[in-house]
């Protein structure tokens, strides 16, 4: 089974940048579609971003303009690429691969912006 391993997280400034990495260990071609969620402290899962197989992309309306999801197929790797952090983006990010049957899960990777 194709397992998923995020990385990239951590510490950061209000206005700071990190980009989060998503490293599958098997190729993920056949996917339907990649996300990214993240999971704060006492609050539910949200969708931040995702991106189909066809291309196109999808944005939590918080994130819209500051997050860019994007796919390297060389390695199998899913990006989240974070501009313009905010405190309120603290939280765990996980990435999910979609499939028609089942939906893979990695173990996410905490963000942490301070004010």
């Known amino acids: 089974q194709v397992q998923l391993v995020e990385s990239g997280g951590g510490w950061v400034q209000t206005g700071g940048s990190l980009r989060l990495s998503c490293a599958a260990s098997?190729?993920?071609?056949?996917?339907?579609?990649v996300h990214w969620y993240r999971q704060a402290p006492g609050k539910q899962r949200e969708l931040v971003a995702s991106?189909?197989?066809?291309?196109?992309?999808d944005y939590a309306h918080s994130v819209s303009g500051r997050f860019w999801i994007s796919r390297a197929s060389t390695p199998n790797t899913i990006y989240l690429q974070m501009y313009n952090l905010r405190p309120e983006d603290t939280a765990v990010y996980l990435c999910?691969?979609?499939?028609?049957?089942?939906?893979?899960w990695g173990q996410g990777t905490q963000v942490t912006v301070s004010s």
């Open positions: 999910s691969v979609e499939y028609t049957s089942r939906d893979l």
């Open positions: 098997e190729s993920i071609r056949s996917a339907n579609a």
């Open positions: 991106l189909t197989s066809g291309g196109r992309t």
